[in-house]
């Protein structure tokens, strides 16, 4: 993987995170719902499915001719 793919990869990461700090900042009671006991496992599945996404992009992207 080269430095500008793996520079893309993070970038798609990071407007993930920043788009739901942002969202954080502007409603914080409405964002709170997200972490309540009952409905904890939200967020923890979007990382991870996130994270997984991640690794399937630098495998796509990471291909030897």
Same mark, same amino acid.
């Given at each position: ?6 520079? #893309? @990869?993070? @970038? ?5 995170? #920043?788009?739901?700090?942002? /969202?954080?900042?502007?409603?914080? @009671?409405?964002?709170?719902? #997200? ?6 496992? /939200? ?5 991870? #499915? ?16």
């Amino acid at each position: 993987m080269n430095p500008r793919e793996r520079i #893309l @990869a993070m @970038a798609v990461l990071g407007v993930v995170i #920043l788009v739901g700090l942002g /969202l954080f900042l502007q409603n914080p @009671a409405h964002m709170s719902k #997200l972490f309540a006991p009952d409905l904890i496992w /939200l967020p923890i599945t979007a990382a991870g #499915l996130q994270f997984i996404g991640f690794l399937i992009i630098r495998r796509i992207v990471d291909i030897k001719v």
